[in-house]
């Protein structure tokens, strides 16, 4: 019996070409949507699961907030991890991650490679984290000091094995530090929230503060004893709060305990995260990586969804609406003995059929667009992660599924024809204005007008961040980086690239006005006793004296540092936010912040408040910020001309390889740095505009088999009124009509709700695009436009269709 009905149903589908043609493309076409889709968002959530101890492992977080600012960090002092695992008993083990520098420069033969991708752990890392060891004891192997374990990758670039335990590796910190390499991994999965190639013993990491509680450097990781023990250990953070920091906090600033500090609105609490959680559900300052967003997984989810459901509705609408030409092999059917169940089987074979030919066809799309697919959300699927033993179960779930949903409803309205009435030649006509099909193609036209609307407005929000006045000037800027290298001669190399055709100022300075530069934050306060009312947390920025005008910096009051003036060095220049939190406002020239640290207070006088510049992503407001002259060679930002530019930059580097032989020379545009902070939106933006241009084309196909069913049920009644006088106009406007209205109604349901999820969306920036009446009529026009030209053609055949040839009986 089910062979008989495949048998038939391959007949069916031969028989009728054109139909055949359209479902398999549309629901070929949403399997593929749902089938990238689907990958990007698991990938997402697959984040730091592949820990043995993944649901047990926390990070801990800072949250601090005196007066106005506000500090939310994912780090911590090099104190907690220590003192939770010895005080509190659902500690289990803890790890610290340490990376000052974000790089280390690697000597190999004689030259030097700059490394990003490195960081000083603890010894109990591997306690925590799993990874497949491939050389050495992880257990053991950072207890000493000067020792390393490498990634595969590591290990093949410096020494051309994996069998690498017992080598050593020189780098540039502390005066050229020797490691021996102690343990070899395989490279770390790309679904983590850090990803390293180096990891250093924590002995050996550069840090000069160790001890102090409320100085927080370190990310912290911990392992607890049960996932049920997150809840008591937030309890005892409050405790650690109070046992340590407090005192700690009372030796630089009048405070008598922590409930009068709230009182006064501040807020000092530490928090954790599950690891799982971080990719998705954080965004602090610190992050070792840019993580993605539970929002973008729900967006993407629900439009993989809808993408589905619209290709599946496209089958549904085209199989009803050819109930006219399947009535009689229906009535046939019932008369043979065929029972109503039987019936239904036959059209439930026929979409079955249509849904693994659509999937086997969606697979081969998948499998050629993978690359571009990559390009457009960042990821790095290989073609064959689609096609795996894990997969391949899921695919035919996911055709069969397919096939049922979308051959359900056709199924059971087609065998439930009257078999007598279903013989008749005249008992059934369907017109195409069945209110559920007319409602299926509004929610199609409703989902694909939400997406344009998306599209457009992400567009003009990425628009509106690249041409953002931000208060300084980030065109034509080159940064060097690992300035440090040239150690006394930083100076010197900054003077003769000054003196190079096209170079127009040059500053040397660790602090960029980009979200991916260094940072640093500390509390400062308006009197030489800082106290939880008249203190403010502010980003310090250790300039030199060409940082302002280098960057085009406005200054509204006051002056530049100077280097002829050595009692700048006790000098600060603040930002219009800073000045505002002291309450100092326009009247801050003259005026003096203080520092307390280990029981010293330093005063500074501000000599000058600049205007207020977006130096982090524009999802944030301007917080407060400090310049101080000091030296700080990491890297060196020139304003240079772009008219010849490869001489320049060539030349540039030959600058560098006379000063710093054997150093690598790296560069980058400012420009380049500033779009990596809005990545994500970017490719929400590029990703919207794919599936949206998807699910245009899937509707599109439903409604032209839908026009051209219409215009062959219609043939007699065109053909009386072209008899009549109709014009060739009169009957395409009147054929197009009742699609046009279709539209018009799904234009309608999908303003409110594209404005709701866009306004929400655009809540996330603090310096957004306002949505204005046009993006809707704008995808208002675009929907009409396409259904317009997609009906059209049949309307236009079916008016031109001479008359006598229309009224001919059958």
């Not at 101890?53 to 800072?62: K, L, P, Q, S, Y």
């Not at 089987?345 to 081969?364: K, M, N, P, R």
């Not at 406005?554 to 002291?582: C, M, Q, W, Y």
Request: charge should be neutral.
């Amino acid at each position: 019996m089910i062979k008989n009905y495949f048998k038939t149903a391959w007949r069916n589908l031969r028989k009728n070409r054109m139909f055949t043609t359209l479902n398999v493309i549309g629901l070929a076409l949403g399997l593929t949507g749902f089938m990238l889709i689907a990958g990007y968002v698991l990938d997402e959530l697959s984040y730091d699961r592949f820990h043995a101890h993944a649901d047990r492992i926390v990070r801990a977080n800072t949250h601090i907030k005196i007066g106005e600012s506000k500090l939310e960090m994912a780090r911590t002092s090099d104190m907690m991890g220590p003192v939770l695992h010895d005080e509190y008993p659902e500690v289990e083990a803890f790890a610290r991650l340490y990376n000052s520098s974000g790089s280390k420069l690697m000597k190999k033969g004689d030259r030097w490679i700059n490394e990003a991708r490195v960081a000083h752990v603890d010894s109990t890392f591997f306690r925590l984290f799993s990874y497949q060891a491939l050389q050495g004891d992880l257990a053991h192997a950072l207890d000493a000091p000067n020792s390393v374990v490498l990634t595969r990758s590591a290990a093949k670039r410096y020494f051309n094995a994996v069998d690498v335990v017992g080598k050593t590796l020189e780098t540039d910190d502390a005066g050229n530090t020797v490691y021996q390499v102690t343990g070899v991994i395989e490279d770390m999965p790309r679904n983590s929230h850090f990803n390293y190639d180096f990891l250093f013993s924590m002995e050996n990491a550069e840090y000069g503060d160790w001890g102090a509680f409320l100085s927080h450097n370190f990310t912290t990781y911990l392992l607890l004893r049960s996932a049920a023990d997150r809840p008591v250990l937030e309890e005892h953070l409050a405790h650690y709060v109070q046992k340590y920091c407090l005192p700690a906090a009372k030796q630089f600033m009048e405070l008598s305990s922590m409930e009068e500090f709230r009182k006064q609105g501040n807020v000092f609490y530490y928090d954790v995260t599950p690891i799982t959680d971080i990719h998705l559900h954080s965004n602090l300052m610190g992050e070792l990586s840019p993580n993605g967003s539970m929002q973008y997984v729900y967006i993407f989810g629900a439009v993989s969804a809808f993408i589905l459901l619209i290709a599946c509705i496209n089958f549904m609408n085209l199989s009803t609406a050819r109930s006219a030409n399947r009535a009689k092999d229906v009535g046939v059917r019932k008369i043979l003995g065929s029972s109503r169940a039987g019936v239904a089987g036959q059209f439930l074979a026929e979409s079955l059929l249509l849904a693994f030919g659509a999937t086997l066809i969606a697979v081969g799309i998948v499998i050629l667009v993978t690359p571009l697919f990559n390009e457009l959300s960042g990821k790095a699927f290989r073609a064959s992660d689609f096609l795996t033993i894990k997969t391949l179960p899921l695919i035919i779930l996911l055709a069969l599924f397919v096939g049922i949903l979308a051959g359900y409803y056709p199924a059971a309205y087609l065998s439930r024809f009257n078999p007598l009435g279903a013989l008749k030649s005249r008992a059934i006509v369907s017109s195409g204005k069945s209110p559920l099909r007319s409602g299926l193609v509004v929610f199609q036209f409703a989902t694909s007008i939400v997406l344009i609307v998306g599209t457009l407005i992400v567009t003009a929000q990425l628009r509106y961040i690249q041409h953002k006045k931000l208060g300084y000037d980030r065109e034509n800027m080159v940064v060097i980086g690992d300035f440090n290298v040239l150690g006394n001669q930083a100076k010197a190399f900054r003077e003769e690239i000054l003196k190079l055709p096209g170079v127009k100022a040059a500053t040397i300075s660790g602090y960029l006005p980009v979200s991916s530069s260094s940072r640093s934050d500390n509390s400062f306060s308006s009197e030489s006793v800082m106290s939880a009312t008249n203190s403010v947390s502010m980003q310090t920025w250790r300039v030199d004296d060409q940082y302002l005008p280098t960057f085009g910096l406005e200054l509204v009051s006051g002056r530049n540092f100077s280097a002829a003036r050595p009692a700048d060095s006790a000098a600060v220049i603040l930002n219009e936010t800073a000045a505002k939190h002291f309450g100092y406002g326009n009247d801050a020239i003259g005026k003096k912040i203080y520092f307390t640290f280990g029981g010293d207070v330093q005063s500074y006088d501000i000599i000058g408040v600049v205007k207020d510049f977006n130096f982090e992503s524009l999802r944030d407001p301007v917080t407060p910020l400090g310049f101080f002259l000091a030296n700080h060679p990491a890297q060196a930002a020139f304003k240079v001309e772009t008219a010849n530019l490869p001489t320049l930059l060539s030349r540039m580097e030959d600058t560098w390889n006379k000063m710093a032989p054997g150093f690598p020379f790296s560069y980058q545009f400012l420009d380049d740095a500033f779009d990596n902070m809005y990545r994500a939106e970017r490719r929400v933006g590029q990703l919207s505009l794919a599936f949206a241009g998807m699910a245009i084309v899937i509707a599109c196909l439903g409604l032209f088999g839908l026009a051209a069913f219409m215009a062959e049920q219609r043939t007699k009644e065109i053909g009386i009124r072209k008899v009549l006088g109709a014009s060739v106009t009169g009957l395409i406007r009147l054929l197009s009509f009742d699609f046009l209205k279709l539209v018009g109604i799904a234009i309608i349901l999908a303003i409110p709700v594209a404005w709701w999820a866009m306004s929400h969306w655009l809540e996330d920036f603090a310096y957004r695009i306002e949505i204005k009446w046009w993006m809707f009529a704008a995808a208002g026009l675009v929907a009409v436009l396409i259904a317009l030209l997609t009906v059209s053609g049949q309307a236009i055949r079916a008016a031109l269709t001479n008359p006598v040839d229309s009224l001919r009986d059958e």
